[in-house]
């Protein structure tokens, strides 16, 4: 379900901002949180290093990221929207937001309370498990 999910919510948003599911993946993390290193990246979004390095290389190369020297590590380059990749972000996350309310639009508002405290205790069972968002492998 979460790849028909990804694949739907691409294909809306493919069109009108040309970003593939990495690479908008990578865009909302950086986006939300600012200042992220690409390790954080990984383990923000759950995704393979491979896949976030590649995503960053062409979000890079289309000028939507720019890196930054961490001032504390010199070792740490720090990812950050430009203005192009703010434009893009503010363009993507309403019909993110949008899509959403339209999947959950079928489910009571109970349904989606219990539906939200299922996710979270399946997250927190993953993570008890050793597989939290910085576990490594294929996405």
């Known amino acids: ?7 739907l ?8 901002f040309g970003v593939s599911i990495a690479e908008w993946r990578v865009l909302a993390v ?14 923000r979004t759950a995704m393979d290093k491979v896949k976030v ?8 190369r ?12 010199r070792r740490v380059q720090r990812l950050a929207l430009t ?9 993507i996350v309403p019909l993110a937001r949008g899509l959403e309310a339209e999947l959950l639009a079928g489910l009571a508002p109970p349904e989606r309370a219990a539906l939200v405290r299922l996710l979270e205790t399946l997250e927190a069972r993953l993570a008890a498990m ?8 294929p996405d």
């Not at 379900?1 to 694949?7: A, L, V, Y």
Request: charged share 25%; net charge positive.
């Open 1 to 7: 379900m979460t790849n028909r999910t990804s694949r």
């Open 9 to 16: 919510f691409a294909r809306r948003y493919s069109a009108a």
């Open 30 to 43: 950086v986006g939300r949180f600012g200042g992220l290193s690409a390790t954080a990246v990984v383990e």
């Open 53 to 60: 390095s590649r995503a960053v290389q062409a979000l890079l």
């Open 62 to 73: 289309r000028g939507l990221l720019r890196r930054e020297g961490d001032a504390a590590d």
């Open 83 to 91: 203005e192009a990749g703010q434009r893009v972000h503010a363009g």
């Open 130 to 137: 050793g597989a939290g968002p910085e576990a490594e492998g």
